[in-house]
């Protein structure tokens, strides 16, 4: 069993930055894809982006290409999402993802592949 926790959200000016956090517990993660999405007010939860567990590749959503960036360390048993100029757009509850990889280069977009989730933390994009 895998427990999740994010943390690193809150409440930014637009064009700022945010890095989040999310740890794992129970079990290394190096062995698991990792996603984050995001959930905004009165939406369904979204595809943000992905990274596989060797870390050698990553997706983006098309709303946050080249803005944000997806990094992990596998010793730290944590994944990052820096986040940056940030748009009121981007305002929602983001959660991390877990889903147990036999390949290093494999990522997963949906959110039915996942195996395991965080609480989820805020970002708040003020215009």
């Known amino acids: 069993q895998v427990q999740l926790v994010e943390s690193g959200g809150g409440l930014v000016q637009a064009g700022g930055s945010l890095r989040l956090s999310c740890t794992g517990s129970?079990?290394?993660?190096?062995?698991?894809?990792m996603g984050w999405f995001r959930q905004a007010p009165g939406q369904l939860r979204a595809f943000v982006g992905a990274?596989?567990?060797?870390?050698?590749?990553?997706d983006y959503a098309d709303s946050v290409k080249g803005r944000f960036a997806i990094s992990r360390d596998n010793a730290k048993n944590t994944v990052y999402l820096q986040m940056n100029s940030l748009k009121p757009e981007d305002t929602a509850v983001y959660y991390c993802?877990?889903?147990?990889?036999?390949?290093?280069?494999?990522?997963?977009?949906?959110?039915?592949?996942?195996?395991?989730w965080g609480q989820g933390t805020q970002v708040t994009v003020s215009s």
């Open positions: 129970g079990h290394t993660l190096s062995i698991y894809a």
């Open positions: 993802a877990a889903k147990e990889s036999y390949s290093g280069s494999y990522y997963y977009t949906t959110q039915n592949e996942y195996h395991y």
């Open positions: 990274i596989s567990w060797s870390a050698a590749n990553t």
